[in-house]
């Protein structure tokens, strides 16, 4: 006998012919499932609630779809989000109507801002209850109107498998994104025979591919024509899978590469011509060396603010070439003169064509006696936050999954984890999200379950979204939280600390005892406190099965360099007073780089 | 820079949340909209709408970018005065005085304007033509108290 889903919770009444005839054969919530395993689909993270139940009771009858219940929605659309960069396949969530719904608002906002592939489905009350102010009612589409590539509200059963199907193709096409579909409760419940489609076409939606001939010319000649060229390499590359097509074409014509955050893991850190990341945090030689460039290739990248600084400033003596597939981020915040629009990896492919081996001993040279001037350091003898990533670095190789939260050891992940491998790290860029972290991993975890994970938090950031120890207890999710403890919000210390007079308004941050917090979630867990400890405790936490929670208490006031200040030009470099200024450092010459010590004394 | 009227037209797919989709990029990225017009166009399921920015090219150019990128358009076009007939259409409400009521009619005649309706104590004018004609009959009929004015914002074709 087949079971009545409908609730008792309906609001109004139900109008004649609310429902199709029982000659219909599929479910709205069975469409749903069917969609997900058409696109391959093997784990999604949700949260049950009223008008989700018809689809939590056919979830039952697919035993190949696994779903992971959270502990609070936001946190099933971040480990979507980590699925996804840990993949590139789409990350899916689910949450139920209202509050359901709007939990997972921060997850979605922080995937768009970093076009990540993401289908979040939500219940919705029945049709007819919509626009009534329903029990759990909340208008989702209209809110997430402005942080979705695009997004449905289903009324129409006939028009379910569509929808699905158009919503995976557009979240992982072209510029990919998150997309929303919102589906109302008689909606999962009513029957259809109307059939998936077999190609999708959207009038006016278009994948691009491979760029005009004369915009690769035109780059082409712009590189051979250049003397001291670099090239700031993207996520667009690792959308795109463009990082051997980067690589030769960095390889070839000796261009030194440069990542914006999102962007590491598409060159290799360890390839001589790498120089890490840039942007506020990033290292002084690639800061320098687009200062002085003649030609800055921007390839995947937005030319965020947190990249370019005052767009002022940014690459004084240089002409830009902007590789990228979307035509909007063309000229909106710098003005390129050469452009090459279509998917990445072919645009390179096109361009390596025409290449011709080129050799740069003066720029290499000069790129050189930067990276001696200005390295990054990790002051000896010392319990700092660097000295914690540096050692994780050593102890993983590079090899692991690493997320990070947002702060400050986002940016020393940034600048001490030298991955190997694309497609593992994980970080939100663009929103700067705190909590994204600890969910992101494990999304990445079960998506990847053969890698060694990381999750690399603050202990702000942290508290956010530490209920989900209990979902990576209940799964044996294998991620190992390498938690810096300083006792503040750091990155907003450091920035009080700097421009605000070093007056503390609201960063101390206390933290209940992580051991004991550890002990009632059933967490291995470790303090470490001490240098002598610290190779041991990694190793404690790699060498454990499940998830472990690794608290690093760490020196309390320790500051993030290079630094370009907000609203500054990347002209004005703020260095690590623990420097030694050294005479080399006078023949930066036209660069007003300042010690942070006494500009601010 | 200079700053001016832009006149943009877009075919839209008509999909729960469209116009709302449209104007939410017009709010959130901080394009001056002046007006905005939709209706039914050749395509069944489609719209046309008219939107009237104001803004110096870079912007005007990256709103064009940024509303192709939404999935509901399908395209969108920056018109030229030259090349394109732009019309609205005003329904203008005085309320003279009995003396004053012929002095109204010269003026809508002066205009060739229309007079779809009048009572004892008003009379409603319409006239369909370019923004700026509207603002000269506009500025003629204000001695005579216009009481409330309606225009549907501009809509544009190319030629």
């Known amino acids: ?601 | 820079m200079s700053t001016h009227q832009h006149t943009i037209t877009a075919l839209v797919q008509n999909e729960a949340g469209t116009i709302n989709r449209l104007v939410s990029l017009f709010r959130r990225r901080g394009f001056s909209l002046a007006s905005f017009n939709a209706g039914d166009c050749e395509d069944p399921g489609y719209s046309r709408l008219t939107f009237i920015v104001n803004g110096d090219d870079t912007v005007v150019s990256q709103c064009l970018k940024q509303l192709n990128k939404l999935i509901d358009v399908i395209e969108c076009e920056d018109l030229h005065q030259e090349t394109s007939v732009q019309r609205e259409l005003a329904l203008i409400r005085v309320e003279p005085t009995q003396p004053q009521r012929q002095e109204v009619y010269d003026v809508v005649s002066e205009f060739m304007a229309r007079t779809p309706s009048a009572t004892e104590s008003t009379i409603v004018v319409e006239q369909v033509s370019d923004a700026a004609n509207l603002e000269r009959l506009i500025t003629a009929l204000r001695p005579y108290n216009i009481t409330e004015i309606v225009r549907t914002g501009t809509v544009a074709i190319k030629v």
């Open chain 1, 1 to 601: 006998m087949e079971k009545d889903l409908r609730a008792d919770d309906e609001v109004g009444s139900r109008p004649e012919g609310g429902l199709r005839s029982e000659i219909m054969n599929r479910s709205g919530a069975r469409i749903v499932m069917e969609a997900l395993v058409r696109e391959g689909i093997d784990t999604i993270f949700g949260y049950p609630g009223g008008v989700v139940l018809p689809m939590y009771d056919e979830m039952l009858n697919w035993p190949q779809v696994r779903h992971v219940l959270v502990r609070h929605e936001q946190c099933a659309a971040h480990m979507a989000d980590g699925y996804a960069r840990a993949t590139g396949r789409v990350g899916v969530c689910l949450a139920t109507s209202g509050p359901g719904a709007t939990n997972l608002v921060t997850g979605i906002a922080t995937a768009i801002m970093d076009g990540i592939p993401m289908v979040a489905i939500t219940g919705n009350v029945n049709s007819w209850a919509i626009g009534k102010d329903a029990f759990q009612e909340t208008d989702i589409q209209g809110i997430t109107i402005p942080i979705t590539k695009h997004n449905y509200l289903v009324t129409n059963i006939d028009e379910l498998p569509q929808v699905l199907a158009e919503a995976f193709y557009l979240a992982n096409t072209g510029r990919k994104g998150p997309v929303l579909v919102d589906i109302p409760k008689d909606v999962f419940i009513a029957k259809t025979e109307a059939p998936f489609p077999d190609t999708i076409h959207r009038r006016g939606y278009t994948v691009p591919g491979a760029p005009p001939q004369g915009q690769i010319d035109e780059a082409v000649r712009l590189i051979a024509e250049s003397k001291r060229p670099v090239i700031i390499a993207g996520a667009g590359v690792l959308h795109s899978r463009a990082m051997d097509e980067l690589l030769y074409l960095a390889e070839t014509t000796k261009i030194p590469v440069i990542n914006s955050l999102l962007g590491l893991g598409s060159f290799p850190r360890d390839h001589e011509l790498s120089l890490g990341m840039m942007g506020m945090h990033g290292e002084a030689t690639g800061t320098l060396a687009v200062q002085e460039a003649d030609l800055v290739l921007g390839v995947g990248i937005r030319f965020d603010d947190r990249l370019t600084g005052n767009t002022s400033g940014f690459a004084p003596k240089a002409k830009i070439v902007h590789f990228d597939l979307d035509p909007s981020e063309i000229g909106k915040t710098v003005n390129p003169v050469a452009w090459v629009l279509g998917d990445l990896k072919q645009s390179l492919e096109e361009v390596n064509k025409l290449i011709e081996p080129q050799s740069r001993p003066e720029w290499i040279a000069q790129i050189r006696r930067w990276q001696e001037i200005y390295p990054l350091i990790v002051p000896e003898g010392r319990f700092l936050s660097r000295t914690v990533l540096k050692a994780l670095n050593a102890h993983t190789k590079g090899e692991a999954i690493v997320a990070t939260d947002v702060g400050q050891h986002q940016m020393w992940t940034a600048q001490f984890y030298k991955m190997k491998k694309p497609l593992s790290f994980l970080s939100s860029g663009g929103l700067g999200t705190m909590g994204y972290g600890f969910p992101a991993a494990m999304g990445a975890k079960f998506a990847r379950p053969d890698e060694e994970v990381w999750a690399v938090v603050g202990d702000g950031g942290f508290q956010m979204t530490l209920q989900e120890l209990q979902t990576a207890v209940e799964y044996n999710c294998n991620v190992k939280i390498c938690l810096l403890n300083n006792g503040f919000l750091g990155m907003v210390r450091q920035w009080q600390e700097l421009f605000y007079d070093n007056r503390h308004s609201h960063v101390a941050m206390g933290s209940p005892d992580f051991g004991k917090l550890a002990d009632a979630y059933g967490v291995q867990f470790f303090r470490c406190s001490r240098l002598e400890d610290l190779e041991a405790t990694l190793k404690g936490a790699s060498d454990h099965v499940g998830p472990v929670l690794c608290e690093f208490v760490v020196e309390m006031e320790e500051n993030v360099f290079p630094m370009v200040g907000p609203g500054a030009a990347n002209s004005s470099l703020l260095m690590d007073p623990d420097l030694e200024p050294s005479e080399a450092a006078h023949q930066v010459g036209a660069f007003e780089t300042t010690h942070a010590g006494a500009a601010l004394s």
